[in-house]
T-cell receptor, first 112, second 114 residues
Framework: DQQVKQNSPSLSVQEGRISILNCDYT??????FLWYKKYPAEGPTFLIS?????DKNEDGRFTVFLNKSAKHLSLHIVPSQPGDSAVYFC???????????FGQGTRLTINP | NAGVTQNPKFQVLKTGQSMTLQCAQD?????MYWYRQDPGMGLRLIYY???????DKGEVPNGYNVSRLNKREFSLRLESAAPSQTSVYFC?????????????FGPGTRLTVT
């Protein structure tokens, strides 16, 4: 039972345009969401997070949007740069559970 | 400040052999985790330790054991390796109860079981 789903295995975007990565979840108890970025042969690195009391969080070129009624979150990268080419994982947690549940990942490729 | 370190980086085992994957963190974090990453499956939690002295099963614990040696170190043991355990293994740590949820990951161990 996949509680966190990233339905797009891959995404290709032109440099300078907006990249939008999507994530859906099924467990309504999730109340904290994170995005991680992973380069080949490295561990995932934390990118940005959002609490369920917010519907948007912004950090530089990265913005995460949360739609609780649809159980959907998205990561927007504007403008996209070649260094953004990586695998992106969304993750969800329940307060106090000390565990994260990850999606399958989306491979983002930024084309020059 | 090295963050989370893992040893070894690569390992090849024969079916039935045993090995221990080592993980250490220098961030004074209370919680530590072991994940495996397989193509199309994302990161799946094997075991975690919410605090020193405690360990709990995650989503895919079968075939593995863990030891929280002290606050810094959390090892993962494969007693009798199987080809299905071929994977990339990541260790992670976080502040723990009451703290930020963000987990910090090591560089990974790529394990092949033949």
């Amino acid at each position: 039972d996949q509680q966190v789903k990233q339905n797009s295995p891959s995404l290709s975007v032109q440099e300078g345009r907006i990249s939008i990565l999507n994530c859906d979840y099924t467990n309504s108890m999730f109340d904290y969401f994170l995005w991680y970025k992973k380069y080949p042969a490295e561990g995932p690195t934390f990118l940005i997070s959002i609490s369920s009391i917010k519907d948007k969080n912004e950090d530089g070129r990265f913005t995460v949007f949360l739609n609780k009624s649809a159980k959907h979150l998205s990561l927007h990268i504007v403008p996209s740069q070649p260094g953004d080419s990586a695998v992106y994982f969304c993750a969800a947690s329940i307060q106090g559970a000390q565990k994260l549940v990850f999606g399958q990942g989306t491979r983002l490729t930024i084309n020059p | 400040n090295a963050g989370v370190t893992q040893n070894p980086k690569f390992q090849v085992l024969k079916t039935g052999q045993s090995m221990t994957l080592q993980c250490a963190q220098d961030m004074n974090h209370n919680s530590m985790y072991w994940y495996r990453q397989d193509p199309g499956m994302g990161l799946r939690l094997i075991y975690y330790s919410a605090s020193e002295g405690t360990t709990d099963k995650g989503e895919v614990p079968n075939g593995y054991n863990v030891s929280r040696l002290n606050k810094r170190e959390f090892s993962l043991r494969l007693e009798s390796a199987a080809p299905s355990q071929t994977s990339v293994y990541f260790c992670a740590s976080s502040v723990g109860a009451g703290g930020p949820f963000e987990q910090y990951f090591g560089p990974g161990t790529r394990l092949t079981v033949t």
